[in-house]
């Protein structure tokens, strides 16, 4: 039996809109028609296709950007938790999407989950 999984990774850009992102937003929403196009031609080859968009996550660009603009107060005041994440939390996301062995895929094949603190 074939199959698999891909998993792509968007951003809440994809759904949030902030001056001066039109491309970054406008890439990131395309990646979740994209995810779901490839979901409805794959689906029949029992590929998986699904997307997590993460919101702030502590990387080393992010924390250059914290020094240089001093905003980590304003993302973490548009978290539901009131912190910017941590890329293992992606990362975990990301495990609930891989695909195991001798489980039946469900008939869902794609799924978009916003990994936002």
Not at 29 to 51: D, P
Not at 64 to 87: C, F, K, P, Y
Not at 105 to 115: E, Q
């Amino acid at each position: 039996m074939r199959g698999g999984a891909i998993i792509n990774l968007s951003s809440v850009g994809a759904i949030t809109a902030w001056a001066g992102g039109a491309a970054y937003c406008a890439a990131k929403s395309g990646v979740l028609a994209l995810t779901k196009v490839l979901a409805t031609e794959y689906g029949s080859w029992n590929i998986r296709v699904n997307a997590i968009s993460p919101g702030a996550i502590m990387t080393p660009n992010l924390e250059a950007s914290i020094e240089r603009n001093h905003h980590l107060d304003r993302l973490q005041a548009r978290t539901v938790l009131g912190r910017v994440g941590e890329a293992v939390e992606v990362a975990n996301v990301a495990v609930c999407f891989w695909p195991r062995r001798k489980r039946p895929t469900s008939r869902r094949r794609t799924s978009w989950w916003m990994a936002d603190g």
